[in-house]
């Protein structure tokens, strides 16, 4: 089992930036890939990073170049940094970790808006 507990949501001005956090527990060791999604009302959860076991990172091109996948393995941390926001850009942002097993787990979401 991995639980995650995301935090850094607010709200902030259109060209501000904020960071957010997805702090991980339990198996760990399990985890292959890390990622973050974000969804708003009546639309279907929207991929927007990744990070792989090996590293390498992906981005959807709604946030290339703005935004950055990390991770700080003693802290068992993710992280999102995301700059230059659009209002487009507001939603709930949820983290997502699969073991290797293929097991996938998510946090409780934590609300970006960005006001224009």
């Known amino acids: 089992q991995v639980q995650l507990v995301e935090s850094g949501g607010g709200l902030v001005q259109a060209g501000g930036s904020l960071r957010l956090s997805c702090v991980a527990s339990?198996?760990?060791?399990?985890?292959?890939?890390m990622g973050w999604y974000r969804q708003t009302p009546g639309k279907q959860r929207e991929w927007v990073a990744q990070?792989?076991?090996?590293?390498?990172?992906r981005y959807a091109d709604s946030v290339k170049g703005r935004f950055t996948i990390s991770r700080d393995t003693v802290k068992n941390t993710m992280y999102l940094q995301m700059n230059s926001l659009k209002p487009e850009d507001t939603a709930v942002y949820y983290c997502n970790m699969v073991t290797t097993s293929l097991l996938n787990y998510w946090g409780q979401g934590t609300q970006v808006t960005v006001s224009s």
């Open positions: 339990g198996s760990t060791f399990s985890i292959n890939t």
């Open positions: 990070l792989f076991s090996g590293g390498g990172t």
